[in-house]
């Protein structure tokens, strides 16, 4: 039975209740309460014995290199005491450039008179690679970093063609014989004819040919029998440039045909656009045909045009939708499983899934996702964010080169991602882990887990990667390329990238990076699993031209890492085209695609040389005159 | 048989039952009023927001919502037009940023918050800031819960209508959040974060003090978002496996819906 209370006693306990009930309200709202406060302090405490262990990493000593101070601690004491932009050598040499161009040209040019004031900040200089090789910020930018203007003309100058429907052609209709001394004297004559060299006809306007220097062209082939015929200067060396392993199975997918692959002079490439690669490299090709082959008569000449031009080509893009549009071979067309081929990173290691590599030891497992991480951060990273977003799509912003070189730096990505091969020796033992998402899941956040805390033991690495952009970019592409090597999956892969960084980010930090997150990697998840043509598609055939998506700044590495990871975790040689592959093995490219990173670096200190110089025809100047001198013109009378 | 009794659906808001989701169930529903930790005057919140001249008429767009004839449409009947709208104000806005240290709360949780607790709003999620477009006035409403709550700390939350840039970077000698157009400072004195710029970076006649920044210990009290040494994000397997079934539900089912089952 109930206690029998009077009402002036009821209403006490009432008001009693109601003012503890308050009183606890108010402690939850307004204070600690002693457990929480216990929680938060042991684990501070417990958080304070692994600090020895995060000093240990090579992204410490990355960090403590790039910022010159403790790498975790999270105050910056010199922070509006950096002495703004004369903190920077490059800038100092932009104000400089800036005033001489406008006293010359009597225009002002650059002026940091304008804008907000830069360098209040730490405007800290930011390693390479693993190279020993540290550039300034504004050497990453690909106006002023030739390798990364080579990189995107090395791709757009390029184009393959197949040459056995015409050497069908000239057999069946023309009656030619096609010998080993046939295919050597066109190929002799295709290296003239591709500097725009004339050869059929007498009064021609010819090109100097130090302009078109870097014009040249090379058979493809996977028959030994049809390379030993040939001249060895004229056709890409398979066995030499690849792993026995990988050189092997690349022939065997080749086979006999024999592809051409065309390298159209870069200059000619910029003064049209990447469209002008294939209209040049079929001309020229139809005419080293007619000359080699003595051909004459509109039919045959008209059919081995239609070849080169359609029929058998492989361009590097394709043409873009309307409101975007480009013509083909421009780098918003490139498919995404193109990319892993264009990459050579992983060129000299052994064919074996990637698994496999983690039985073997550590150091083999850890230089396989470096060297994913050199093939996306130095050429993924590059044509997605930097030249599609930043230069394509943008109109030149900064923005996207500075997500593109965080994929850039040394040390860091690599750090995480040999750890995690370190973990996945440990564990996996060589067996491929099944593309399903329940086991994946697990691993996955482990993954996600780690680099998010890496973040935020690493004060130092979130100001280096200073916009969500930036990280997403590392979480995608870390999320996608561990899930594709383990699983051999790029759909798994991707999918992996997407809850990296729309969910497993998003719901730690409530923050993602650029505002794309909504357009991307939620909607993209049933996109990207299903095949139907009007969903989806494979996922190599996926690119920034794939109109299911809105692409933003950080998601062009992840589906280079998930379509490249899914390739070396399959143990494949290529991703979607054997003959890609091998053109970009060419030792004869000026940007090194096995080691783009390397290049970048390079460039940063200007030491790299591209293509496409005009020296051979500009006045000797001072290079402030360039572009001045027309002034002098001015003054002839017609 | 008795009649079965309505169950009214108290809607979950956050999975999990730690510090961290405590504190987002909290801020994202709006049933449970913040705590007021300082106040602002509401000319300061004009002077900061610099879209009008403090004590200024605002300016309208269009005439008030009563003296307009407009066609019939049935939604203008059910929806209620907030001062802003019926007054006919222009639409203006804040951009707030946010810390990536310990913050109090963080461009996706204040959507979710602004989505909750207010009406007649546009917003944009970035990674460090947060634009929040409103009615004139009812942006100034809005505002002055912002700054007052608990949702702000005057070292780690700021307003920057423009170069927002600075939320990733390491924290000032005084704990403050970095911003390059320097449009507040740490006064010792008074021991308060105080503005000395509008959000647009325009010098103030007068500064606006905030209130003093929250304690190292306040910050990991009211920390929104988890963090390895004082709620690691890891082990909250409530809300991974949340995310987890999302994320496979909207990928097999996202053009399957009849796929959906228990087992997902």
Known sequence: MGEELSEEERIKRFVEERKKKAGEERTKESGMSARERDYTRELYRASQKFIDIEKGRDIYQTMKEIWGAEPLYEVDEKMYHRGGYRQSIRKKEFIDAGKQIAIKRGLPSYSRAVGLPVGQRMLEPMPVGKWGITIEQDDSHHMNNTAIQQLNDDIKRTVIMNLDLAHRMLQVRVGKEVTPETLNFYMETLQHTMGAGAVAQEHMNEVNPYLVKDAWAKIITGSDEIMDGLDQRYYIHIDELFHPDRAKALKEAIGDSIWVVFRVPTLAMRMGDGECTGRWAAMQNTMAFISAYQLSGEHVISDLAYAFKHARVIHMGDKLWGSRVRGRNEIGGIPDGFIPDIIQCERDLPLMPYVEYMTQDDAAASKAMTRMSEGIGGIAAMLDNTLWLGFYMSGGIGFSNTVATSALSGGANEDVLSEFSNLGAKYLRGKLIPAKWDIMKVMLNMVATYVIETYEKFPTLAELHWGGAHKTSIMGTVGAGVSAMLTGSSTMGLWAGNYTIASAMKEGWLRTGWAGQEIQDHMGMPYLCSFRPEEGNLTEMHGENYPMHSFSAGHGNQRAAANYGAMMGRGSAWCLSPVVKVAFADPHLAFDFRRPRYCIAKAGIKEFMPDGERTAITPACDILDRGILKDTMKEIPF | ?264
Request: charged fraction near 30%; aromatic fraction near 8%; glycine fraction near 6%.
């Open chain 2, 1 to 264: 048989m008795a009649e079965k009794t309505k169950s009214e659906y108290v809607p979950n808001i956050y999975p999990g039952k730690d510090t961290v989701s405590a504190r987002r169930k909290k801020l994202w529903d709006k049933s449970r009023p913040l705590l007021k930790y300082r106040s602002i005057a509401e000319d300061d919140i004009t002077q900061l927001l610099s879209h009008r001249a403090v004590r200024s008429a605002y300016v309208s767009v269009h005439p008030p919502l009563e003296e307009l004839i407009e066609p019939y449409d049935p939604i203008k009947h059910i929806v209620v037009p907030t001062p802003g709208t019926r007054a006919g104000d222009r639409i203006r806005f804040i951009q707030m940023s946010d810390s990536f240290h310990l913050p109090s709360i963080a461009p996706f949780g204040r959507q979710r918050l602004y989505f909750s607790r207010f009406r007649g709003i546009d917003t944009v999620v970035y990674s460090g800031r947060e634009i929040l477009e409103m009615r004139e006035r009812d942006l100034e409403k809005a505002t002055k819960m912002l700054l007052e709550t608990e949702i702000f700390n005057p070292g780690r939350s700021a307003l920057k209508g423009i170069t927002v840039h600075g939320h990733s970077l390491r924290l000032d000698e005084n704990g403050l959040m970095f911003d390059a157009r320097r449009r507040y400072i740490y006064d010792k004195d008074s021991g308060e974060v105080v503005y000395i710029k509008d959000q647009m970076g325009n010098v103030l006649d007068v500064p606006v003090p905030v209130g003093p920044p929250l304690s190292e210990e306040d910050c990991k009290k009211l920390c929104l978002t988890y963090s390895w040494d004082t709620q690691p994000y890891k082990a909250r397997t409530e809300l991974f496996e949340m995310m987890s079934r999302s994320t496979k539900m909207r990928v097999m089912a996202g053009f399957n819906p009849e796929m959906i089952n228990e087992s997902m």
